[in-house]
């Protein structure tokens, strides 16, 4: 079974939200490792685009300084590199756009992963999906109990 992450956007209505819900699947990327750039392309990475490119062209200028197989071996090590790490990529680029991971699951492929969210949603076997952003309240997030209220019994909770 694969794993996947849940990812749902910064929206007003818990409605939207749910709509554009967007599901990463855990695991190795083959097209990341054939064709990278049209992997970067598709999933709108700008920055590992150009990373990619300004790392091609270095190693396309040290092609007179080392030989052939080594160049080959340093693209095919980054492109496994790339290819093991793409879902950690998709989910940095979410989560810098404000997007929020509401839930991790294990399916055999996508559509069983999305039967399986929205069934555990309509069951109520998971927390309610936020209609917003926790709100900060003094620096502190407002789904942390304050400094009086009783927590958890863990060993360093604050």
Known sequence: ??????????LASAEERLAKAVFVR?????????????????YRQWLGLALYVA????????????????????????????ALEASTLRRWRLDAR??????????????DAELRFFTGLAQGSRRPVPTAPSALQNGVSSARPSAGAPG???IGYQ
């Not at 855990?26 to 598709?42: I, S």
């Not at 404000?98 to 559509?111: F, I, K, R, T, Y």
Request: aromatic residues 14%; without cysteine; glycine residues 6%.
């Open 1 to 10: 079974m694969r794993s996947f992450t849940v990812h749902l956007p910064p």
């Open 26 to 42: 855990d695991g190795f990327h083959a097209v990341a490792l054939l064709v990278p750039p049209l992997w970067l392309l598709w």
């Open 55 to 82: 790392a091609m062209i270095v190693l396309d200028y040290s092609a007179g300084y080392v030989s052939v197989w080594a160049i080959f071996i340093v693209n095919l090590l980054f492109g496994i590199g790339l």
């Open 98 to 111: 404000g997007w929020q991971m509401v839930a991790a699951l294990s399916a055999h492929d996508l559509e």
């Open 152 to 154: 958890p019994s863990i």
